[in-house]
C-alpha cells in the first residue's frame, strides 16, 4: 500500500528518512502546520509533535510523534501505520524534493559528478526536479543497515 506522507517543521530528518524509504513525503519547513490541516488533500497521513493539532477533529489522519529522536521517530511511523518492509523502495524518490528519481546513463553525468566518481560508480540516478545526481555509495549500505534494525 502506497502511503504519503505531510511533516511539519520540526519533523525534518524523520521526512529525509520516509523519504529514503521511498515515501512521499512533503517537508516544508516554510509551511505552518495549520496550512496542512486545512489543505483539501485529506489523502497524506500529518506527521506532528503539536498536541493541539493531534486533537483536532477532521477527516485527515495524523500521527502524533513522541520522541525527538529520527530512528524512534521511525518507529512510530512504521508501528503506527503497519509499514512491512515490502512497502520500502530504497533511493526511490529525490531527497530534496521528493519527486522520483530516474535512471541515467554515465555519460550524462560526466561533468557533474566528481572525477573518482565516475571512475568508480556505473550506476547513476537524477532528479527530473532539482537535477541532483545520485549514485550508490557506502550510505546506500548504511541506509539499509538502519533500515534492517527498524523492523527486528
Known amino acids: ?3 504519503a506522507f505531510v511533516a511539519e517543521a520540526t519533523l525534518g530528518k524523520l521526512a529525509r528518512w520516509l523519504r529514503i524509504m521511498g515515501f ?4 516544508s519547513p516554510a509551511t505552518p502546520t495549520k496550512e496542512w490541516i486545512e489543505d483539501k488533500d485529506k489523502t497524506r497521513i500529518l506527521l506532528t509533535r503539536t498536541r493541539k493539532v493531534k486533537d483536532l477533529s477532521n477527516a485527515q489522519t495524523r500521527i502524533f510523534i513522541v520522541s525527538d529522536k529520527p530512528f524512534e521517530q521511525l518507529k512510530e511511523v512504521i ?20 519527486i522520483p528519481i530516474q535512471p541515467i546513463d554515465k555519460k550524462h553525468v560526466q561533468r557533474l559528478v566528481p ?3 565516475l571512475e568508480t560508480h556505473h550506476l547513476f540516478q537524477t532528479c527530473t526536479g532539482c537535477g541532483r ?5 557506502t ?10 534494525k527498524l523492523f527486528e
Open 1 to 3: 500500500m502506497p502511503y
Open 24 to 27: 512521499d513525503t512533503i517537508y
Open 79 to 98: 508501528h503506527s501505520v503497519g509499514i512491512v518492509p515490502e512497502d520500502i523502495k530504497l533511493f526511490f524518490r529525490c531527497l530534496r524534493c521528493n
Open 115 to 117: 572525477d573518482h566518481i
Open 133 to 137: 545526481i545520485y549514485w550508490p555509495g
Open 139 to 148: 550510505h546506500t549500505e548504511n541506509s539499509r543497515e538502519v533500515i534492517k
